[in-house]
């Protein structure tokens, strides 16, 4: 008989693959526009952009959502534009 256990308080829940990299693209995003567009923090970007490559991550699809989203926070937003590139992928 299978049964959820919980650690403390909390209720374990699973997040599948799938979400857990499209996470990943989120924040990755979120950081890159943050240092390019609103801190101008050129240095910032590099390290942001080395640890895509570091990651093996599409540029293609962060660029994306870099330029395919006009608020980054929208969450909605970002997974729409996400769920387009990935479907004409």
């Given at each position: 008989?299978a049964?959820?256990?919980?650690?403390?308080?909390?209720?374990?829940?699973?997040?599948s693959?799938r979400?857990?990299?499209?996470s990943a693209?989120?924040?990755?995003?979120?950081?890159?526009?943050?240092?390019?567009?609103?801190?101008?923090n050129?240095?910032?970007?590099?390290?942001?952009?080395?640890?895509?490559?570091?990651r093996?991550?599409?540029v293609?699809?962060?660029?994306?959502l870099?330029y395919?989203?006009?608020?980054?926070?929208?969450e909605e937003?970002?997974?729409?534009?996400d769920?387009?590139?990935?479907?004409?992928?």
């Amino acid at each position: 008989m299978a049964t959820l256990h919980s650690v403390g308080r909390k209720i374990l829940t699973y997040i599948s693959p799938r979400v857990k990299e499209q996470s990943a693209y989120f924040k990755i995003t979120r950081d890159i526009s943050e240092a390019q567009f609103y801190l101008g923090n050129r240095f910032q970007e590099l390290y942001l952009w080395q640890e895509v490559a570091d990651r093996d991550m599409e540029v293609s699809r962060i660029e994306n959502l870099l330029y395919g989203c006009f608020f980054h926070d929208d969450e909605e937003a970002m997974v729409e534009a996400d769920r387009e590139y990935m479907a004409r992928k």
